[in-house]
């Protein structure tokens, strides 16, 4: 299967801490973006990376990429209370036009 | 901007009865998908269009359900008949037909129970 595996399946954490989500995948890639769900709730788009490069910032997020390892993690700096939701990594093949392909996503939850 | 809309937000349905959800995109987004999330699961793919063409229709199960985007713009998604397996939420998205790799656009999604 060319979906994206997230790891670890669920993660606790406490307000403040950091959190560091991984996502490893099988087949080469043309970019992987990192989707955040919250309970009940539709996909909000959080960070892109293209397959040539290996670290990108948005705000409190970081992502990078390995390629050889075919791995990506991302980090959610001074987690909050509402960063509690469900985490995606979707990957894009090419010649697969602009399909993603979701892996099963990590719940984080951050305690107050 | 307004996001993607999706109707109705929750259906609650006995099998072998049938089923219409629709979606409107994102203005200006030529490409909409619809995916299935079975619970604990990530969204699956199940219809790719690109204005009023099909792109993808590999993981759509034809013999029950069916999608139509006629004037390019918002679509509808059916099943007949349903089926208990089919209890999931269905997400509409919508991406900007310029470019790969593109950010798509999630509506709140339907929840629909087959009993």
Redesign the interface.
């Known amino acids: 299967s060319q979906q994206g595996e997230e790891d670890p399946q669920a993660l606790s954490i406490q307000e403040g801490e950091n959190a560091t989500m991984n996502c490893s995948y099988k087949t080469s890639i043309n970019n992987l973006q990192w989707y955040r769900q919250n309970s009940g709730r539709g996909l909000v788009h959080l960070i892109l990376i293209r397959s040539n490069e290996r670290e990108k910032h948005s705000g409190r997020l970081r992502v990078t990429l390995d390629t050889s390892k075919k791995s990506s993690s991302l980090l959610i700096t001074a987690s909050r209370a509402a960063d509690t939701a469900s985490y995606f990594c979707a990957t894009g093949y090419t010649g697969a036009n602009s399909k993603l392909t979701f892996g099963k996503g990590i719940t984080l939850s951050v305690r107050p | 901007e307004a996001g993607?809309a999706q109707s109705p937000r929750y259906k609650i349905i006995e099998k072998r009865q049938s089923v219409a959800f629709w979606c409107n995109p994102i203005s200006g987004h030529a490409?909409l998908y619809w995916y299935q999330q079975i619970l604990?699961?990530?969204?699956?793919?199940l219809i790719?269009f690109?204005n009023n063409g099909v792109?993808?229709d590999s993981q759509l199960p034809k013999d029950r359900f069916s999608a139509e985007r006629l004037k390019g713009v918002d679509s509808t998604l059916k099943i007949q008949p349903a089926k208990l397996e089919d209890s999931a939420v269905y997400?509409c998205?919508s991406?900007l037909d310029v470019g790969?790799?593109?950010?798509?656009?999630?509506?709140?999604?339907t929840?629909l129970l087959v009993l």
Do not use: E, H, N, W
Not at chain 2, 40 to 45: A, D, E, R, S, V
């Open positions: 993607v490409t604990g699961q990530g969204p699956k793919l790719q690109q792109v993808d997400l998205a991406s790969i790799p593109r950010t798509q656009y999630f509506g709140p999604g929840r």
